[in-house]
């Protein structure tokens, strides 16, 4: 059964960076979209970031200008660096995989201090 491992998350001050990575633990065939959640304390999930097949990005106001989405398809692979980081982005950040069938990662913190 194919895994999606995350890592890169951690403890940054405000203004700072991090760059997740998600990567799938086997191959995952017909991918419609790589992408990132998040969901902080006492709030529902909510989307951060996709890419498309054809790598095309796109972003929650929120983040944009300030977070990138970036995919290595031959290793079925996301990243998402994010920088500029503000307190408001700390949360459990999940990796997804809309083939198929829909894959999860089992989430990353990030705690960004003020």
């Known amino acids: 059964q194919v895994q999606l491992v995350e890592s890169g998350g951690g403890l940054v001050q405000a203004g700072g960076s991090l760059r997740l990575s998600c990567a799938a633990s086997?191959?995952?065939?017909?991918?419609?979209?790589m992408g990132w959640y998040r969901q902080a304390p006492g709030k529902q999930r909510e989307w951060v970031a996709l890419?498309?097949?054809?790598?095309?990005?796109d972003y929650a106001d929120s983040v944009k200008g300030r977070f990138t989405i970036s995919r290595e398809n031959g290793k079925n692979t996301v990243y998402l660096q994010m920088n500029s980081l503000k307190p408001e982005d700390t949360a459990v950040y999940y990796c997804?995989?809309?083939?198929?069938?829909?894959?999860w990662g089992q989430g990353t913190q990030v705690t960004v201090s003020s």
């Open positions: 997804n995989i809309v083939a198929r069938r829909e894959y």
């Open positions: 086997g191959s995952i065939f017909s991918i419609y979209t």
């Open positions: 890419i498309t097949s054809g790598g095309s990005p």
